[in-house]
């Protein structure tokens, strides 16, 4: 137990400061009164079970932990439209206190089971009391529909340990497509909104030219 | 600046407690392992450019402020399913930390705008360091596909002054309905978890009987 | 494990509640602008091994730890002034959403071993989701130098397992008396303040009439 | 008003993220069971009505306010012993997320008003959303008895706009001097603690051996 504690406890500080930076992202953006492309921000380090289970799946052994699992550190960020996702992956990229080692974009090409989500794989360093460390960190980017579908598709493969029986299935995709129908008629508004607040502005410039 | 911060103290104050009231919530039925009908909590006060606006426009005089306008605070818990509203609204007719003055149904009722949420007035009683005053609270319930629609409605509603033109609102409709059956969906899909617990659990008690 | 996280989940919900109550208090003090006679307040609910040691060592049935052990949810407000104890204490006995069970005055009378502090305990009504339990809080109010020579003598006590060496004891004597001188030497400052503060408004106000 | 906050925006970020690494740094001592050199870490961005005044006070131009003020982002940390100064400022020293542009050591030379404390300016680098920004940041590192006094002296400063009369000096003085006894005594016991700390390791070893 102490020693998982030890273990975990830079990936548990990883994921705290990548909270409040994060975030920091999102007050920024609604001080200076731009549509803010951050709605909110979680975070967490792996149950201790989660990750015994999934090293005995993947037959990991217990020194390779650090290195093969890179979801040990997660965090999210959760977006109201699917153009959000572009500005927010171009503003991980655009940081310099990490390195991203991998992308991986699920939502031009969706995973088969209807899960949508952009994965980005960091390098963190973590300034320990026994110096730097570098810490793999899971950051996973989607919309708020995405968001949901996710999380009820995540506790029903939980529930039939990965072998979701076909009529399942078919209510799982089927409320992935009411997801991304959301998504979609979201976007349209979007547009609207965008447009409108284009109108706003120029009126209020020519009334201050009269 | 300085009247209606000390105005506003004891609604910040009262939010404030009730976010780590309505979140502790949460954390019981995480601990204790069941289904927790409630996914997030937020609050805030209202800002007082919203107040001032409202007032204006709503003819109410500054002294019937705090009378008059039941939403200076502010809380919402989000729900995953349409069905655990019903079960939170128990949840908080059942507590003893403040009164309920009023239930407006908007569930089963829906605005005709589209707008779907629980709403409860609440009185609850905050001790001040000039003894206890009692602050009227506007609960809303609701999952998070209606959360999503309202955030866009509002921030429409905002841009257009309450004049949303007929295209826009057309498309607000759209959206409306898209939310509305992503909510379906998920209900489906909710019976089918439930279903599967039973199941699971009926063999976990035969598998000790053996 | 799993029972102890039960048992002490509506103390923690306890501790995390009079913490936002009582933090409260201290930032309606600053807004009204007057001296806050609270510099801060800390809570934690007891660790478990601690609990089981105490049982032990009181000979106390686990039946009987909710009703005997009074600091399960401890509180602690700690203030700058000696005299400010006195005003908390007012302050706490003024309010409505708990009841006093118990007053302990370390404060005029202090414990042989130099210990100086004023204990309250309380029964706080939590609201859970199987209905309101009323919950024994420990409140403890002390000087910041106070606070210090506690926390000391509180880890000394841990090492000797409450049988600190003779020499030791007498550096914790000395320690304390240190501590109260400070206190002493504060209090006079204290007066020096609020005289000034009385010379200040008195002019303010012979200003005001010129 | 809101030039200032968008001004302060990546300074009230870098105070954030700063207290969640410091803060960082005690739990990691706590989990690893040795002695944690930090009590508490408070930080707070400089109100823009302390900026304006000292701004004028020290005739700096506005757009020279970032350069010469030092301390508009401000982090302390406050220590149980004086020894422990020295092991957090080796901390902070063997850190890779900024660069140190000064020290000055206010505890082996303490100011004629009597103020002790170890101060370091740091060059913080912030991520905004328009690129990286570096920003100064001031870090105070006093035990509690040093951090007690300096609050009264500087409530006492404000007061008295600097000029402290005489007699309220000499109290001050007095005062300072009840701070260092204090430390003084608490550094005598700190010395007990380890020593005993040392023994019980020794017994607990020998009692391996045999």
Request: glycine letters at 4%; a neutral charge.
């Given at each position: 137990?102490r020693?998982?504690?030890i ?9 705290d400061e990548?909270k ?71 503003l ?32 963190y ?17 989607r ?8 999380t ?40 609207e ?18």
């Amino acid at each position: 137990m102490r020693k998982w504690e030890i273990l975990l406890t830079p990936y548990k500080q990883a994921v705290d400061e990548l909270k409040v930076k994060l975030r920091g992202i999102r007050e920024q953006y609604q001080k200076s009164s731009k549509h803010t492309p951050i709605e909110f921000v979680t975070g967490r380090v792996k149950p201790i079970s989660s990750i015994i289970d999934k090293a005995s799946r993947k037959n990991i052994p217990l020194d390779r932990l650090e290195a093969e699992l890179q979801d040990l550190a997660g965090l999210r960020i959760v977006t109201q439209f699917v153009e959000d996702i572009e500005t927010v992956v171009e503003l991980i990229r655009s940081r310099k206190d990490f390195e991203i080692i991998e992308e991986i974009d699920y939502v031009s090409e969706k995973k088969s089971s209807g899960y949508r989500s952009y994965h980005m794989i960091l390098n963190y360093p973590v300034q320990t009391i026994e110096g730097e460390k570098k810490i793999l960190v899971e950051l996973q980017i989607r919309t708020m529909a995405m968001n949901f579908w996710a999380t009820i598709e995540h506790s029903l493969n939980y529930k039939y340990s990965g072998e979701i029986p076909a009529d399942v299935k078919m209510k799982l995709q089927r409320s992935a497509e009411a997801a991304f129908l959301l998504d979609e008629e979201m976007s349209i508004i979007r547009e609207e909104v965008r447009e409108a607040q284009k109108i706003i502005t120029t009126k209020q410039e020519q009334g201050r030219k009269l």
